[in-house]
């Protein structure tokens, strides 16, 4: 027979925990343990205990916060509904929201101090606004979210000679940063790529299909874009002539130019050129003839003046001070050397012309043509050498002993003269660096007689001996030669003894200017 036990309320025998009943069930006040629930539609409970692993029919489809899904599962995944974050630390998270992707934000020295340099590590560098990843090269290559920009372009732009321009601006990535020169009106469309010293700065060398194709006067317009392809601004530079004239050459910071004839040294509009170096050498004297036996006298160098910082100017003069150049024309003379003196002539070695380099301000460099030298034998005064940049040598002669030519100041030394009368050699041609030697005594050709020396000096960027004056050769001594052309060298004199009576030519003066670009 059934039988009923109603209560309201059953008690722990400790006094604790506590069963009540309602219409709806039993309400426990503590943990239920079962091994089974049998029949039973629905279970609440405010929390479970143990592992759980054996519940089944939970929905698990969802996550909720309050009543709002904000993850939903699906056959793929899971759906979410707001912003996903992914924390780390304080400085580095990543955030997803449905139309974008929020990376780890930090600083450079952040990053240096443990971000991590797993290739591919991405994030954002706030220092310098970059998004930044670490590259299989085991560098932080950068990508900008802004574009470069040009604040401005120190350095010279010139026309027809290399030079390095030196970009300002803002947010250069350090690799592979292309720079382009535009110039329109000459057909110019360059572009390199330079290594940029910092995110504010590069320099970059001008190539030389841009300089060889643009004009002083000319506006170039110069851009960057980044290795992301960010572009910046335009920044114009204006091109800056050079001087023309002459044969230009260069030798390390020095443009060089070297007249070996008559011209003009042009420095454009808007250029001051200091500290100009120069050398100026006159024409070589040419020798004196030869006449009855007895030689003429050496031809005199060409005078020599130069203000290259260390060398000298002609008869032991220190040299002269540098000049200043403002935009101008000017004239430069080169000096041609004496021409030969054949015996049937008569009369002295024909002298040299003297070279000029004019100056800012009207006045210029002058360097003497040399001495031609005296004609051997009975002819009077014309035995004599004569004077100029450096003195012609005094011919030999049966009558008396002949004065040398006297050099000049700055420039050159006298030549020299014969020893005795009658004993048939001349003095040589004064050099820009000695005094041209007497003649000795002897027969006639007995030996050479060597001028005065030149001078040593490298404003071509190599030594080069200029203006020695002219020998009087001997069959013992050597050959009989003219001037060297575009050295100021004089000639040497003719003799009777098996070579020519004639006096050989001075050789032609020479101008060179340089300067540093």
């Not at 109603?6 to 309602?22: L, S």
């Not at 998004?131 to 299989?136: D, H, I, M, S, W």
């Amino acid at each position: 027979m059934a039988s009923e036990i109603r209560v309201n309320k059953i008690t722990h025998t400790a006094g604790v925990g506590t069963i009540t009943t309602n219409t709806h069930g039993i309400v426990v006040a503590g943990i239920v343990t079962a091994n089974s629930f049998s029949g039973i539609n629905s279970v609440t409970a405010t929390s479970f205990y143990g592992s759980g692993v054996n519940l089944t029919g939970i929905d698990a489809s969802t996550l909720k916060f309050g009543n709002d899904v904000k993850v939903a599962a699906n056959n793929s995944g899971a759906i979410v509904t707001g912003v996903l974050t992914v924390t780390e630390n304080a400085d580095l998270k990543t955030v997803i929201k449905g139309s974008s992707v929020g990376i780890g934000t930090t600083t450079t020295a952040g990053r240096n101090a443990g971000v991590g340099t797993a290739v591919g590590t991405l994030i954002f560098n706030s220092t310098n606004n970059q998004l930044q990843v670490y590259a299989n090269n085991l560098q932080w290559r950068g990508f900008s979210p802004v574009d470069p920009t040009l604040s401005s372009i120190s350095g010279t732009l010139y026309a027809g000679q290399a030079s390095t321009l030196t970009l300002a601006g803002t947010n250069f990535l350090t690799t592979n940063l292309q720079v382009r020169f535009v110039q329109a009106t000459r057909s110019v469309d360059v572009t390199v790529t330079v290594t940029p010293t910092s995110g504010i700065a590069a320099s970059v060398a001008v190539p030389a299909s841009v300089y060889n194709n643009i004009q002083g006067g000319d506006s170039v317009s110069i851009t960057v874009t980044n290795s992301d392809f960010g572009v910046s601004n335009t920044v114009t530079k204006s091109t800056t002539g050079l001087p023309t004239g002459g044969t230009i050459t260069t030798s390390g910071s020095y443009r060089i130019h070297t007249f070996t004839s008559d011209g003009n040294f042009v420095v454009p509009s808007g250029s001051t050129l200091n500290n100009v170096e120069y050398l100026v050498v006159g024409g070589g004297g040419g020798g004196g003839p030869s006449n009855n036996g007895h030689q003429g006298g050496g031809g005199g160098a060409g005078g020599l003046r130069t203000s290259v910082v260390g060398a000298t100017s002609g008869r032991g003069s220190s040299a002269e001070s540098r000049v200043t150049y403002t935009a101008g024309t000017y004239a430069v003379d080169v000096g041609a050397g004496g021409a030969s003196k054949a015996n049937s002539g008569g009369g002295y070695g024909n002298s040299g012309s003297q070279s000029s380099l004019a100056l800012t301000g009207g006045s210029s460099i002058t360097s003497l043509g040399g001495g031609g030298g005296g004609r051997g034998q009975n002819d009077g005064a014309s035995r004599g050498g004569l004077n100029g940049g450096c003195g012609g040598g005094a011919a030999s002669s049966d009558q008396s002993i002949a004065a040398e030519g006297s050099g000049t100041a700055g420039q050159g030394y006298d030549g020299g003269q014969p020893t005795c009368v009658g004993c048939g050699r001349g003095g040589s041609g004064g050099g820009a660096g000695g005094v041209g030697t007497d003649g000795g005594t002897g027969g006639v050709g007995s030996s050479n007689t060597p001028g005065g020396v030149g001078l040593v000096n490298n404003i071509t960027g190599s030594n080069v001996t200029y203006a020695t004056g002219g020998d009087n050769p001997g069959t013992a001594g050597g050959n009989q030669n003219p001037g060297a052309d575009n050295t100021g060298n004089g000639g040497d004199s003719g003799y009777s003894n098996n070579n020519s009576t004639t006096g050989q030519a001075g050789g032609s003066g020479i101008v060179i200017v340089r300067y540093i670009v």
